[in-house]
């Protein structure tokens, strides 16, 4: 069983709707990433959390936005996508940033489908 | 710049056998980490081994080992017996002192365990 929690497994949305991807771990973690993964591709770093600050944005376009609202909590809010943004959107965390100490613990993911 | 490869996209044996997945990591950077992950269908992506850069000791967990060798670059992981429920796309990953956040992927390694 994976420590770290992904809500919804699967979300359809249209381009004009509003949603939140949901991620949890209580594993004390203190770096919590968001990760984009096409089909048949490696996965793709978005953002990074550390300490509930945002600390990497890679240049990720502003309909996607991300908060962290407690240690615990990562959210990728969704707003006006487009279908090319359809995709797998994993949530990791690690002891804290350096992943020298702490290697990445993934969420299941969650599967967008943007129509 | 920091790249990772693994030549082989699809790999099918028959259950038992034996199998190498190869991963060749370029950087200039003398501290890095070294990882493997394993993504089967249900899509989270699973941690198996880290290794830095000081550290070429091989290992073996169960019927995992790799076998990391600085002189040519190589990271490589073999399953000794190999079961259908191996059957997973893995990636080989790769994290430098200097951007330790941005873990660099392979384009990952589809193997199929056929009974």
């Known amino acids: 069983d994976t420590e770290v929690t992904q809500t919804p497994k699967h979300l359809v949305m249209g381009m004009t709707n509003k949603k939140s991807l949901k991620c949890e771990q209580h594993?004390?973690?203190?770096?919590m990433y968001w990760y984009k993964q096409k089909a048949k591709k490696p996965p793709e770093l978005m953002f990074v959390?550390?300490?509930?600050?945002?600390?990497i944005n890679e240049s990720v376009p502003s309909r996607f936005s991300p908060e962290c609202p407690n240690s615990s909590l990562l959210n990728l809010h969704l707003h006006a996508l487009q279908p090319e943004d359809s995709a797998l959107y994993l949530c990791a965390s690690s002891r804290n940033r350096g992943l020298g100490n702490s290697p990445l613990h993934f969420g299941n993911g969650t599967r967008l489908t943007v129509t | 710049a920091q790249k990772v490869t693994q030549a082989q996209t699809e790999i099918s044996v028959v259950e038992k056998e034996d199998v190498t997945l190869d991963c060749v990591y370029e950087t200039r950077d003398t501290t890095y980490y070294l990882f493997w992950y394993k993504q089967p269908p249900s899509g989270e992506l699973v941690f198996l081994i880290r290794?830095?850069?000081?550290?070429?000791q091989n290992e073996i967990s169960g019927r995992y080992s790799w076998n990391f060798q600085k002189s040519t670059s190589s990271f490589n992981f073999t399953i000794t017996a190999s079961q259908v429920v191996d059957s997973a796309v893995y990636f080989c990953?790769?994290?430098?002192?200097?951007?330790?956040?941005?873990?660099?992927f392979g384009p990952g390694t589809s193997l199929s365990v056929i009974p």
């Open positions: 290794r830095n850069s000081f550290d070429e």
């Open positions: 594993m004390g973690h203190r770096a």
């Open positions: 959390y550390s300490y509930e600050k945002l600390s």
């Open positions: 990953a790769l994290s430098v002192a200097t951007s330790y956040d941005k873990v660099i």
